[in-house]
């Protein structure tokens, strides 16, 4: 009788080991995935905000006749330090490869705000460039000195 009991004890043990959801090669696939994710949009922290570009759109923009590209950034900063930080769109200004940079376009939408410790604050940055020059770099300048910078993909 013990040995049918051991049996069927073992059995059962074996059998749930069997068809148990996921593995470590799975965990290691996922880890993967979230890395690749993180180094496509790169945080940078910067005096103590956490500052990640989110995403990146470019569209068409006409007015006066005139035809441009209109890039525009999805930011994110986080406070990460003890103190109130602030963040805006005017932070942040477009290079071009032609070493010309661009501030925010005043006809569209701007975000900016003081940050407490540990919020975020979330907005978008919109930058209007001719159709001859092509952007390169969104830099962050916030007192004429570039502290941080991300490539722009076209």
Same mark, same amino acid.
């Given at each position: 009788?013990?040995?049918? !009991? !051991?049996?069927?004890? !073992? ?8 068809? @148990? /959801? ?22 940078? =922290? ?6 990640? =570009? %989110?995403? +990146? ?8 006749? %005139?035809? +441009? ?11 990460? @330090? ?10 942040? =200004? !477009? %290079? ?9 376009? /005043? ?9 407490? /410790? ?10 209007? =460039?001719?159709?001859? +020059?092509?952007?390169? %770099? ?17």
């Amino acid at each position: 009788m013990k040995k049918v !009991l !051991l049996s069927i004890g !073992l059995g059962s043990v074996l059998l749930l080991a069997a068809c @148990s /959801p996921g593995t470590g090669d799975e965990k290691k696939t996922d880890t993967k995935a979230t890395e690749t994710a993180k180094a496509e949009t790169k945080d940078t =922290v910067v005096d103590g905000l956490k500052i990640k =570009v %989110k995403k +990146q759109e470019v569209d068409e923009k006409v007015s006066d006749k %005139k035809k +441009q590209q209109l890039y525009t950034f999805t930011i994110s900063g986080e406070n990460m @330090s003890s103190t109130n930080k602030g963040l805006g769109a005017v932070d942040f =200004v !477009l %290079k071009t490869k032609d070493g010309k940079e661009i501030e925010v376009d /005043p006809s569209m939408a701007m975000f900016g705000d003081e940050i407490k /410790p540990g919020k975020t604050l979330e907005g978008k940055a919109s930058f209007a =460039v001719d159709e001859k +020059q092509t952007a390169t %770099k969104l830099l962050y300048k916030p007192l004429d000195k570039v502290l941080a910078e991300w490539d722009v993909s076209k």
